[in-house]
């Protein structure tokens, strides 16, 4: 019956996490650490009911806060991170301070309270320029943002305190998740909210680029479900290392955007505006090293998953309000 700290658990990712992680047998209770720069309460209200719940609101910039989130706990998956590479390009210095030095004080907290286990979220952006296909976790390229540069300090950092301190660091890179809960408001959201709340508005979406850009997009289920068998490898192999977090499919921008217009019953066609600075052009995983030592599945496939996600969306009007659809339950 373990503790375990889910660092930006009222983000996207980690509210889907939280609220699997009580659900398991495995766990006595979850501690949530986050700042709410990106995440929201919203995200947990399920959750504070629960007795097995410990929210505590704090950033992990400040080491004193990552101690003490640390307290009587015996694993942590580590998925506070400050995302998106155009807010890294317009904001090096606070992507630098959230992804580097929160994850380092994160680690070095964890070291000094015993804790041997961090599952951490790393980045399919790590691959850079690499331009081979589908990616494998041992080849990568230069990286193309300051994301890209924090999220692989962060893989060379739990190697170093792996070595050095005994940790047992597993590093999942994901690729493209999507889901329920999902911010879409806000200047970085990612490209499926958009599309939704376009859709939802009867509004042409832009696509930057020609919509070749093509993406391993996968379901947060299927994320979600990495993190818990991270968390509770036994296999010794299976720590010290990085993972690719995919279905091992590729996805184009218009094959997405098409894919939500059939759920939505829409006619709608998109603008098409300027590529993104720091964008790869396509990216598709080899997921063969997380199925053989993690166990890793991907069993939710990406237009199952995005059928789901545009019928969540929808179905949670109060979500919607910002994007100006009223507040009806």
Known sequence: MMRILVTGGAGFIGSNLAAALLKDSRVGAVRVLDNLSTGSKENLEALFPDGRFEWMEG??????????????????????????????????????????????????????????????????????????????????????????????????????????????????????????????????????PLFVKALLNNEAPVINGDGQHSRDFTFVDNAVAANIQALFAANKAAVNQVYNIACGAQTSLLELFNLLKTAAGSALMPDFGPARAGDVRHSLADISKAKELLGYDPLVPVNEGLMQTFEWYRSNRRFLGAWGMGNSQ
């Open 59 to 192: 950033d992990i910039r400040d080491y004193d806060t990552c101690l003490k989130a640390c307290n009587d706990v015996q694993a942590i998956s580590h998925q506070a991170a400050l995302g998106s590479v155009p807010r890294s390009i317009a904001d090096p210095l606070t992507t630098n301070a959230v992804n580097i030095t929160g994850t380092l004080n994160v680690f070095t907290a964890a070291k000094e309270s015993g804790i041997k286990r961090i599952v951490y979220a790393a980045s399919s952006s790590t691959y850079g320029d690499h331009p081979a296909l589908p990616k494998k976790e041992e080849n990568i390229g230069n990286p193309l943002s300051p994301y890209a540069v924090t999220k692989y300090v962060n893989e060379l950092y739990a190697g170093v305190y792996a070595a050095l301190y005994g940790l047992e660091p597993i590093g999942l890179r994901y690729f493209n998740i999507f889901g329920p809960r999902q911010n879409p408001r806000g200047p970085y959201a990612a490209v499926i």
